[in-house]
């Protein structure tokens, strides 16, 4: 069916470790090439057309090519794409992000969102002057040895759900970087603070991710976040929240649904308006670690195309046009996209759920939500049942992220949510056997 993405990947095989260059591509028997994308919408290599609830991870709020975007990226172009000189767009940016939220004093950009998060964690460090850090279970902030702990646990390592243990994702990773990571259960404010007060004196942050998406979506309860923050305060220690996917269900992040203000904020995706960013916003009394005062910084920080005038140009470009009646308008769409996949849910007659809030939404192929990322972790056979259902959304003609997320873009009316609904039923029903045969994705392993 899909010929030339079929060659396509063959050849790249030739030169490409494992045939491309990001994991979450891949699908069997081969990734779809994209050959253009308008709107919120792609056709492929084969010329077939589809709905994109992907968005590139989450990170196109605007979808594809929107104009006022290309034409702030033509006309900075024909000026030149980096300097090793500072640029006006940067400040102007800059200013923007810090008028969004209250707890944006200063901010720093680099060029993704896992360089966002290095730097938050360096910069607890050299602000606390301690090595350690404190993370949630199973949660995802890039690619980094320290942020990569306890990612992707399984029973067989996982420890006692009240004591997670520290878990490496990648062969090699060194030990040290595992003691230096204490891992927590999510949204156990008892468990969490318990195992915050045995290393209390070591810990430099907490990061937090508030609505994790290797954790389902699932929000972080307003007094799990409460506690955190009131434990900072009282060792010492900084509150880091992860608003890379998050930053899009308000003006400000997700942040401003909670009473618990973060000290540092790390950011990225929708913020580049289509182009490869990160940065890290906080209070300037933290941010100045950064800063020179009669001497070195605390931390020294540069990088090739950090705050890259092209980048700045869309990022600024694509953050205006998301103004608060934008949020409110995607946020509305999203409400109704998940009211109708429950529907489609139901009327398929199969033990399904659905997460998320604002423009996102994740759909989980059981009765219920997950708790955390135990309740979460997927047999082989219900992963399996979750590749088929996503296949049956591609053959429908919608993009989906592959763990069943969706993300909405602004160019998205009505009729696409239809769309998605009816795709949705279609899939639901096509694996049905398979759901009502018991190899569903709710079949949780707690490793109690």
Known sequence: MYERSAELFRVAQEFIAGGVSRNTLLREPHPIYAA???????????????????????????????????????????????????????????????????????????????????????????????????????????????????QSPGPQNWGRPDRPASVPLAVGTPGSVLHDVVVLPFNDPADAIAILDEQRDEISCVLLDPMPHRLGLVQAEESYVAALREWTRRNGALLVFDEVITYRTEVGGMQARYEAEPDLTALGKIIGGGLPVGALAGRQAVMAVFTSVGGPPRLPHSGTFSANPLTMTAGLAAMSLFDEESVERLNALGGRARAGLEEAISTAGVSACVTGTGSLFRIHLRANPPRDYRSLFLTPEAATTLRLFIDGLYDSGIVMIHTGTGALSTPMEQADIDRLAEATLASLRRIKPRLLAGESASDPRDGS
């Open 36 to 150: 253009r994308g308008s709107g919120c919408r792609i056709i492929d290599v084969d010329g077939v057309e589809r709905i994109d609830y992907s968005n590139n991870m989450a990170a196109l709020i605007h979808g594809h090519c929107h104009p006022a975007i290309v034409a702030a990226l033509a006309d900075q172009l024909g000026r030149g794409t980096a300097f090793t000189m500072a640029t006006e767009q940067e400040i102007d940016f800059a200013r923007h992000l810090c008028g969004r939220s209250p707890t944006f004093e200063r901010v720093r950009f680099v060029n993704s969102g896992t360089e966002a998060v290095m730097a938050a964690l360096k910069a607890a460090r050299a602000f606390t002057g301690r090595a350690r850090f404190a993370k949630v279970e199973g949660t995802y902030h890039g690619a980094y040895d320290y942020a990569e702990v306890s």
